[in-house]
């Protein structure tokens, strides 16, 4: 395989910079939007943060089709300009119903972006090399959201709808592949397929059902923590905000070194999410101060630093090539699904069973899911080696 250029590896890595700020952008802005739209009808102002979600999966699962009818530099421009477009577009939104159609175009951006983050570094890299190139990508992902968490919480004291300028930064990558990304039709062994197959599933089951599960624990943390630490703590709203921050930090640094943990904690490393994500609930439940709080922030961001590049990792390795097309639009929806489900599942199950009055009912959920995690971890891979063979 011809050697890749440094410039084509960096203008990939650039998209998973973006693929986070789907939600990250807005997060600091939330309370100054929902004041905002405080006649409207509040489900409706849920939806503002759920409806990418909702049309990144739609379009991950059609994924294959539209890379049968494009290349991946047209997929590419046509993803990121939409990605321009509408996310900055809020900017000009007054209307939630207008607001709410921009930030489902906005979802179906990331749908088309997301797979080729991923999947072209599958297709243009051998298997030795995706464990320090997924790392890479995670860690982009993660420095993506702490550069938009930052940036859109500044533009938020302007004005609620300033944070959504923040997706003007997609410039940046769409002129990166304009410049430098080849022109590549994707090949795949599902040749007569045109959308999802359940078949797909069921050959990439262990690493989609696994991203499904990651994604649900973790995303207990962004949905519960701000309010835990203002009941627990006398910490500052810029405070928490900084905690929240650190976790994508840790994310970050976890990201980078990752291939050095994949290659030096060989078989325990399939573990390492689900009891990181345990430890960190756990203190969550015990705590009684800033001090647990800061820790359980840190040690979940080691597992969600670690958690997903290596899911994306095995996954690649069995896909091959055609990851772009098969696994890695499996595990994109799976990702977003997870975290659309999280609140739905999670806060209601902590209500029923630990009362409404319990503060930390939804990190006792998030401990019985990270056994079941384990649990999931264990029955899937426990006789398997390491990559390459790994599935």
Not at 80 to 108: H, K, P, Q, T
Not at 308 to 327: D, F, M, Q, W
Not at 371 to 386: A, N
Request: charged share 10%.
């Amino acid at each position: 395989m011809e050697k890749v250029s440094n410039k084509v590896t960096l203008t990939i890595l650039s998209m998973s910079l973006l693929t986070v700020m789907a939600g990250a952008a807005i997060a600091p802005a939330l309370g100054i939007i929902k004041e905002h739209f405080a006649s409207s009808p509040q489900l409706l102002v849920q939806f503002i943060v759920s409806v990418p979600a909702l049309f990144i999966i739609l379009t991950n699962l059609f994924f294959l089709r539209i890379s049968r009818r494009f290349n991946t530099r047209t997929i590419a421009i046509a993803g990121l300009s939409l990605y321009v477009l509408a996310g900055a577009g809020c900017f000009l939104a007054s209307d939630i119903y207008v607001l709410l159609a921009l930030r489902a175009l906005l979802g179906v951006s990331v749908g088309l972006v997301m797979p080729l983050s991923t999947g072209l570094l599958a297709y243009y890299f051998p298997p030795e090399e995706q464990a320090r190139l997924m790392g890479l990508s995670a860690a982009m992902n993660q420095l993506g959201g702490v550069v938009a968490t930052l940036l859109a919480g500044l533009l938020a004291q302007t004005g609620w709808n300033y944070s959504f300028l923040t997706y003007l930064l997609g410039l940046i990558a769409l002129a990166m592949v304009y410049r430098w990304l080849p022109v590549e039709h994707l090949d795949s062994s599902n040749k007569r397929g045109k959308a999802f197959e359940p078949r797909q599933l069921l050959k990439f089951h262990p690493s989609v059902i696994g991203m499904l599960l990651l994604m649900l624990i973790f995303f207990i943390f962004p949905t519960n923590f701000a309010v835990t630490a203002f009941r627990q703590t006398s910490l500052s709203v810029t405070g928490i905000t900084l905690i929240m921050v650190g976790l994508d930090i840790v994310a970050f640094f976890v990201g980078i070194v990752f291939e050095w943990l994949m290659h030096t904690f060989r078989r325990p490393v399939k573990y390492f999410a689900p009891c990181f994500f345990l430890v960190g609930y756990l203190l969550f439940v015990i705590a009684d101060g800033a001090f647990f709080l800061i820790l359980g922030s840190a040690v979940i961001g080691v597992a969600n630093g670690v958690g997903v590049p290596y899911l994306n990792t095995i996954a690649s390795i069995k896909g091959g090539r055609n990851s772009a097309t098969t696994v890695m639009p499996l595990l994109s929806a799976a990702l977003y699904l997870g975290q659309f489900v999280s609140p739905i599942i999670v806060t209601p199950l902590a209500q029923a069973v630990f009362g409404a009055g319990d503060s930390a009912g939804a990190y006792k959920v998030g401990v019985i899911a990270c056994l079941i995690f384990m649990y999931q971890v264990w029955s899937t891979r426990h006789f398997q080696s390491l990559p390459p063979t790994d599935s």
